[in-house]
């Protein structure tokens, strides 16, 4: 099993900064992908950003650019640097790791809301 903590979600004014944390622990083996996803208010979930094996980080359209994704495997966390914040950027922000052993995991996500 693996479990996921994101955090540093919170309130934010349109152009501003947040950064996302998550840690992960439990049976960590065979690490395939991690990423995060987001939910905003009555939409699916939607890719932001993530980071496969072997392969280059892939960002969802509405983010490139503005969003910088970064992986510490000694640590095991996986970190999302936000800038220019825009209101539909507002969402549940959700990490996910996918393992050999485990298979898909999800983090219990993070608010991120964006005033206009």
């Known amino acids: 099993q693996v479990q996921l903590v994101e955090s540093g979600g919170g309130l934010v004014q349109a152009g501003g900064s947040l950064r996302l944390s998550c840690a992960a622990s439990?049976?960590?083996?065979?690490?395939?992908?991690m990423g995060w996803y987001r939910q905003p208010p009555g939409k699916q979930r939607e890719l932001v950003a993530t980071?496969?094996?072997?392969?280059?980080?892939i960002y969802g359209d509405s983010v490139k650019g503005r969003f910088t994704v970064s992986r510490d495997n000694a640590k095991n966390t996986l970190s999302l640097q936000m800038n220019s914040l825009k209101p539909e950027d507002t969402a549940v922000y959700y990490c996910?790791?996918?393992?050999?052993?485990?298979?898909?995991?999800w983090g219990q996500g993070t608010q991120v809301t964006v005033s206009s």
């Open positions: 439990g049976i960590i083996f065979g690490i395939r992908n």
């Open positions: 996910n790791i996918q393992t050999f052993a485990s298979g898909s995991s």
């Open positions: 980071v496969p094996i072997g392969s280059a980080i």
